[in-house]
T-cell receptor, first 108, second 115 residues
Framework: RKEVEQDPGPFNVPEGATVAFNCTYS??????FFWYRQDCRKEPKLLMS???SGNEDGRFTAQLNRASQYISLLIRDSKLSDSATYLC?????????FGQGTTLQVKP | GAGVSQSPSNKVTEKGKDVELRCDPI?????LYWYRQSLGQGLEFLIY????????KSGLPSDRFSAERTGGSVSTLTIQRTQQEDSAVYLC?????????????FGPGTRLTVT
């Protein structure tokens, strides 16, 4: 079983749609949680950290449920530029453990 | 300021040859990480450095892989006797410290192809 599991998608949505990604992690000792974004043939870039209280950054909302070992990302009012692969990431000693990524394609 | 740089950006090598990949972290970042991304495997951790020490080498796939960091700055990842399964994008990242609270900034990667 992979340490971080995500639905690979792809998710194909129209512009303006709301889309949600979920992931689960197996190591209960994980301390830090992130969503990274990766564009085709580019390096991953941090989208946002995820906190137990939940956090929002513009159109993006992230939630963490430590009891269920579950992380989510909600994107509202999708833009064409949101098309990318979204990587769920956990860390407990600094090194990052990545999920396989969920591909999002936003269509006009 | 300058980000993480890696060289070469692309490397094609014959099976059995040795290769060296270089990473130049962001100035002042004490932590440096190596990852690789291959088709069907996703991004996987290889090794990290705190200063010049490597407290966690658990991700290195075999003893053909080694890495060093000198002067708390540049790091090289060496793969000896390359095999076709070593073909992947090798990514380097750096951060201010090794605590997971610090963002890791990734370089553009080295795309390695073993023929």
């Amino acid at each position: 079983r992979k340490e971080v599991e995500q639905d690979p998608g792809p998710f194909n949505v129209p512009e303006g749609a709301t889309v949600a990604f979920n992931c689960t992690y197996s190591n209960s000792a994980s301390q830090s949680f992130f969503w990274y974004r990766q564009d085709c043939r580019k390096e991953p870039k941090l989208l946002m950290s995820v906190y137990s209280s939940g956090n929002e950054d513009g159109r993006f909302t992230a939630q963490l449920n430590r009891a269920s070992q579950y992380i989510s990302l909600l994107i509202r009012d999708s833009k064409l530029s949101d098309s990318a692969t979204y990587l769920c990431v956990v860390s407990n000693t600094g090194k990052l453990i990545f999920g396989q990524g969920t591909t999002l394609q936003v269509k006009p | 300021g300058a980000g993480v740089s890696q060289s070469p950006s692309n490397k094609v090598t014959e099976k059995g040859k040795d290769v060296e990949l270089r990473c130049d972290p962001i100035s002042g970042h004490t932590a440096l990480y190596w990852y690789r991304q291959s088709l069907g495997q996703g991004l996987e951790f290889l090794i990290y450095f705190q200063g010049n020490s490597a407290p966690d080498k658990s991700g290195l796939p075999s003893d053909r892989f080694s890495a060093e960091r000198t002067g708390g700055s540049v790091s090289t990842l060496t793969i000896q006797r390359t095999q076709q399964e070593d073909s992947a994008v090798y990514l380097c990242a750096s951060s201010l410290a090794t605590s997971g609270r610090y963002e890791q900034y990734f370089g553009p990667g080295t795309r390695l192809t073993v023929t």
